[in-house]
C-alpha cells in the first residue's frame, strides 16, 4: 500500500507527528519535494525532533527513509541532520538512502535567495534557504545532482559553467564578489565521498519494494497553497506540494498510489508574505499564536494565524484527492467563546464559494463566516471521539461536512499519545 500524506493549508500542519505516528505501520518513509525550507517536529516523550530534510519516520528502528529525487538537498544540513541522529543514538547506516538524482543546493543558490529578496518590492518571505534558485536551475538544465558529486570530472564542468555564469550575475546584479572554485569544488566533493554509501537509485528501490507488498508513506512538506501551480502565486514555494508531486518526485507511478491523507490544523496559519483571507486581527492574532505557539520550526518567524477556511481546505481535497483528513491543533482552540468558519468569500458585492484564481480576489476577499460555539478549557486531555466536548465534536463533524472527507485523526496536543483515532 503506498500513501501520499499532504499539508492542506501553508504548512506547518502538523505533517511530522501523523508522519511519525503512521511510520509504524510501513516500511518506508520518503521525503518527495521540498528541501530545508521545511521543519517537521516529532515529540517522543521530552524530547523534540525537527527535521528539515529526513523523513520524520526515522525514529522507528528499522524503516527504511528515503530523501527522494524531488527535494532539493543542502548537504551541510543534511550533514547536521545525520550528525545530531547520531548524538541521539538512532542508528539510520543501513536504512537512509539518497535519490542520485535528488538536486544540490549550493552555496550560491542560498546567496541569490537571500539577494534577490532583499531586492524585490514584493517579497515573497522565503526561508533564504537556497530553494527556489536550486529549482530554477535544475528547470534551466544546469543543476547539480548528488550523483555528480561522486564524479570529480563531470562535477568540475557543471561547476566550473555554473560558477562562470553566476559570477557575472552576482557582480554586476548584485556587487557581489561572487564564488572561488577551488573552495566549493572541493568542500563539494567532501560532502559527496560523506554520503556515498546512502546515494543510491532510489526509484528502483521503492518500484521493487511496491512490487514485493511492502508499505510506502510518501511525506509531502510545504502545503497545498505553497504548490508551485496551485498555490497563492508569486506567493509560494518552488515545487509540486501536492499529491501529484509525490510521482514526479519519487518515480512511484500514480496507478501504484493507493491512499492520500490530508493533514490540516483546525485553524489556518502562514508564514511568510501573500494573500491569507481569515487571518485574525492583530490583538486576537497575537493572543493566538502564543497560545499556539506558532512559530517556525526553521526560521523561527512569527507565523501568522487565523479561522479555518473550508473554501481553500476543499479546494484542497479536491486538488490532491484527500480521502481521510487528521485535523491538528483541536486542543489550541479549547476555551475560546465562538469559532468561525470561513464558508464562502464576498468581493465586490458577489458570493465566492470556490477557491479565486484571481490573485486580487483573493487578497481583498472578505470571509463569510458560520459562527459556532467553543468549549472550555479541558481539565485532561480526550483520549476518544466520545471524551471530546460535545462543541468541539459538532465542529469537527461540520469540517468533515463542509470538506466532503472523512476525519480519521484528532491531534489534541504535539506528543504521540495526545492523538485519537477515528
Ligand atoms: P509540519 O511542518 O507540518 O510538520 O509542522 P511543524 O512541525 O512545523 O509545526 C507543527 C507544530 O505543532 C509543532 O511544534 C508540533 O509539535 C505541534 N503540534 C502538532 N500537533 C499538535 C497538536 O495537536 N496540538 C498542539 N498544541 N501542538 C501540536
Ligand atoms: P513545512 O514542510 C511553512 C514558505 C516560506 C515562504 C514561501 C517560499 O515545515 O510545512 P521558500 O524558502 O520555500 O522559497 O519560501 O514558502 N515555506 C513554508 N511555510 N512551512 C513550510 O514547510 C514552508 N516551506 C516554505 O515561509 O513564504
Ligand atoms: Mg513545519
Redesign the pocket.
Known sequence: MNIVLV?MQW???????VIDILSKKVDYIVRYQGGNN????V?VGKQEYIFHLIPSGILHPGKICCIGNGVVIDPQVLLQELDSLRKNGIDFSRRFKISSLAHVIMPYHKNLDQLREKKRKNKIGTTGRGIGPCYADKINRCGIRMIDLLNPGVFRDKLKDNLKEKNEIFKKVYQHPGFSFQKIYRQYLDYGRLFASYICNTSALLNKATENKADILLEGAQGTFLDIDFGTYPFVTSSSTTSGGSCIGTGISPVKINKVIG?CKAYTTRVGEGPFPTEFAKDFGNFMRDK??EFG?TTGRPRRCGWFDAIIARESVMLNGIQELAI?????LDGLDKLKICIAYKYRGKLIKEFPCDFEVLSKAVPVYKEMPGWPNQNSKPRSFKELHPNAKAYLLELQKLLKAKITMV????SRK?TIFI
Open positions: 499539508g504548512g506547518d500542519e502538523g505533517k511530522g507527528k521545511a521543519g517537521h517536529t515529540v493533514v499556539g505557539n520550526s491538528m491543533k483541536m486542543d489550541v491531534s489534541v496536543g504535539s495526545d
